[in-house]
């Protein structure tokens, strides 16, 4: 586990490396560059600002008004089943949804339950793992515009199960 | 859609409170979550604006495509019915190594333009292909090198080691997009 862990540790600092190694042999202003890159996160963060805020508000009435806890009573034989802690379905069902309101939540959990438990850890995992599939799905097919789209949403929504499974079991 | 699902979780969870006597917990919440989103927006301001600094160095340099080179084999494993259309195996191979490296916003413009250059070769302009239905899966599959918008979070929230996800997100996305692949393989014979 030590090895898995120094790998992780590693990876952030060997890809900084490689780009300014990259930037630096190509004589790139690396400097200048990664402000304005910077700038541009700004503009990021503040755009998500008030998603932020509606999402918080949304899933803080869920939790604290105790109506969560009654559907995750509710639903826990099916999701013990399939061994999804159930404090993370609401994750699960936003999460093909929208990425910035599932980011709230995801964070949301991860406050409540902690970063590093079992549940702040899955959450990551299926944050990292899946993409906000009917948004993407939306985008591409209607930029060309395309009505018909076969199989798509049903192949995608079972890779993303996949992911989500898999992101539980590894914990 | 969330114009329907956002008010009805307020709506639900208001109501529920009000029944169940659980309304001062509820209220207390509403402006605790005002300072929860402004707590947690500060810190993002750190960690977002230094990946996206990183990320622009990155697209600078040719190292996007040099890494697209690599993928040739894989990108003809995908998309067979592509044979000759360079022009779209480089745009799609362009995609993913942007998806790879965490430039979401750069992947979606490239992707958009390789959705194009397919749509040219498309017989039935309202359907999606086999090539276009196998990139869009792809694209939903959310294979990253590094999930930097995770790590970014966990560190803005105390995580002890924000890092230590990457493996199993590797293990989860590489699962994921196999039964994405598989399922679009199977599907295109079929529907």
């Known amino acids: ?171 | 859609m969330l114009n329907i699902i956002w008010p009805a979780f307020i709506a639900i969870s208001f109501i529920y409170a009000l029944i169940s006597g659980n309304i001062e917990n509820a209220s207390n919440g509403i402006f605790e979550s005002c300072e929860s989103a402004v707590e947690l927006t500060i810190t993002f301001f750190g960690t977002i604006c230094l990946w996206n600094g990183i990320i622009a160095i990155c697209k600078e340099t040719s190292l996007m495509s040099k890494l697209s080179k690599l993928l040739k084999p894989v990108i003809n494993f995908l998309f067979p019915e592509l044979k000759r259309n360079n022009q779209a195996k480089e745009e799609i191979s362009m995609n993913i190594i942007a998806n790879l490296l965490g430039l979401g916003n750069a992947a979606t413009p490239l992707g958009l333009k390789a959705m194009e250059t397919m749509q040219k070769e498309n017989p039935k302009k309202d359907t999606l292909s086999n090539s276009m239905a196998m990139f869009i899966v792809l694209n939903t599959a959310s294979l990253q090198l590094i999930p930097t918008n995770v790590i970014a979070i966990r560190s803005s929230l105390g995580s002890s080691a924000p890092s230590n996800i990457i493996l199993q997100v590797w293990v989860a996305s590489i699962i994921a997009a196999v039964v994405g692949i598989t399922a679009t393989k199977i599907f295109m014979k079929k529907f």
């Open chain 1, 1 to 171: 586990m030590s090895i898995i862990n120094y790998l992780s540790a590693s990876a952030i600092p060997i890809v900084i490396l490689i780009i300014l190694y990259y930037g630096i042999k190509e004589k790139k202003k690396v400097f200048d560059i990664f402000l304005e890159g910077a700038k541009d996160g700004l503009k990021i963060v503040i755009d998500l600002f008030p998603t932020l805020i509606g999402i918080f508000l949304a899933v803080g009435a869920l939790r604290n008004s105790g109506i969560l806890d009654f559907i995750i009573e509710i639903i826990s034989p099916v999701t013990d089943l399939l061994k999804i802690p159930s404090q993370i379905l609401p994750l699960a069902m936003l999460r093909p949804i929208s990425g910035s309101a599932s980011m709230g939540v995801a964070v949301d959990i991860m406050q409540t339950y902690g970063v590093d438990t079992t549940i702040g850890m899955i959450t990551s995992v299926i944050m990292g793992s899946t993409e906000t599939t009917i948004y993407t799905i939306a985008i591409y097919s209607s930029f060309v515009k395309i009505k018909k789209t076969r199989f798509v949403l049903a192949a995608a929504l079972l890779a993303d199960l996949a992911g989500m499974i898999m992101a539980t079991c590894l914990f």
